[in-house]
């Protein structure tokens, strides 16, 4: 499972986890600390919501620029 970060669209992936954040591969996104948040822009875990994009990095393609509140709805495809 993937979960996407709604203000950067910067995207967790569970089976890759986070190694530089301590973040084990298969780590569940619903096990991470409630003091988690997004590496890029810092949104808190709420922010997140699961992602089903088969392609990835999406987060290429979408990723928008830190400092930028507002991040375009993300689509799942
Ligand atoms: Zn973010």
């Known amino acids: 499972m993937k979960f996407i970060c709604t203000l ?18 298969g780590t569940k996104f619903d096990s ?21 994009c088969v392609s990835l990095p999406v987060y290429e393609a979408t990723k928008v620029a830190t400092g930028t509140k507002v991040a375009p709805a993300h689509t799942c495809k």
């Open 8 to 25: 950067c669209n910067y995207i967790l992936e569970e089976a890759q986890g986070l190694p530089e954040a301590g973040i084990e591969p």
């Open 32 to 52: 991470l600390p409630d003091s988690w948040h997004c590496p890029d822009c810092a949104a808190a875990k709420e922010y997140f919501q699961s992602c089903s």
